[in-house]
């Protein structure tokens, strides 16, 4: 059974950094796709970074501060966010898509628009200013 177990949420200041985690069971990171999402209070949620085929995308809001990196030998993906900002507030969620070999193979690397089909129960996030 696949299972996304995020940690490292907290309540920081503007300019501060977090350091969030990701742990996947059952199954092997190497093969799948990985995002990070949030969603803020009364907001939709949205796409901040994503793994797949050891290509990194991010959000344009997030260019630049965050990082995701990915270490299959603790099955863990993290997401470094520096010089968080207020607008960076809300619950954040990794997510696994399983198949991203039916866009990789047509050459679509945009995994910030995959279609995510396992999530975890995600992480708070509270940027004070």
């Known amino acids: 059974q696949m299972q996304l177990v995020e940690s490292g949420g907290g309540l920081v200041q503007t300019g501060d950094s977090l350091t969030l985690s990701c742990l996947a069971s059952g199954f092997t990171l190497n093969w799948y796709a990985i995002g990070w999402f949030r969603q803020a209070p009364g907001k939709e949620r949205e796409a901040v970074s994503c793994?797949?085929?050891?290509?990194?995308d991010y959000a344009e809001s997030v260019k630049g501060r965050f990082t995701i990196s990915r270490d299959v030998a603790s099955s863990t993906v993290r997401l470094q966010m520096n010089n968080l900002q207020p607008e960076d507030t809300g619950r954040y969620y990794c997510?696994?898509?399983?198949?991203?070999?039916?866009?990789?193979?047509?050459?679509?690397?945009?995994?910030?628009?995959?279609?995510?089909?396992?999530w975890g129960q995600g992480t708070q996030v509270t940027v004070s200013s």
């Open positions: 997510a696994l898509d399983p198949y991203p070999v039916r866009k990789t193979r047509v050459g679509d690397y945009d995994c910030l628009t995959y279609p995510y089909e396992e």
């Open positions: 793994f797949v085929d050891g290509r990194p």
